[in-house]
């Protein structure tokens, strides 16, 4: 579960804690006697806040796009199929007027991916390690030539 552990990241100390928590729930029963309410809350705010300034950041270039196609209406552009989004986020907020999508549900669509993301990663790296291992001519092409390694 320590797949975002970094020194310094605040939100990846808080997914972590919140993530054991919630694995605490299906194993303990009266889980919520147990463990430090404060603290959880506290967790729970800064995951949500530093989703909503990635929400907020997605918003602004989405304006910022729309003001752009109402000032010039025929210069919409295809920049590298993306259609000028960077983001699964930026599509989701280009569907804003037709979907009306609430700040609270692309937190939680965006937590989701987070999740699933670092799940995803976490199970196959080590499966990919794994089935370099034989094929030690793959691993080398797939290293950096000034990669430090240990013979």
């Not at 919630?22 to 147990?34: E, K, Y």
């Amino acid at each position: 579960m320590n797949a975002l552990e970094q020194e310094h990241s605040e939100f990846a100390a808080s997914f972590n804690y919140a993530q054991a928590i919630t694995a605490w729930r299906f194993r303990v029963p009266f889980w919520r006697h147990l463990l430090p309410k404060k603290r959880l809350l506290q967790e729970v705010r800064n995951l949500e806040e530093f989703v909503y300034r990635i929400i907020d950041n997605a918003m602004a270039r989405e304006n910022a796009r729309a003001e752009e196609r109402a000032k010039n209406p025929g210069s919409e552009k295809e920049e590298g199929g993306k259609g000028g989004h960077a983001t699964l986020l930026d599509h989701f907020l280009a569907e804003q007027q037709e979907y009306e999508f609430t700040r609270e549900y692309l937190r939680d669509m965006l937590l989701n991916f987070l999740l699933a993301g670092r799940d995803t990663v976490r199970s196959l790296a080590p499966c990919v390690a794994f089935l370099q291992f034989p094929h030690l001519y793959v691993a080398n092409a797939c290293m950096p030539n000034d990669f430090p390694t240990r013979m």
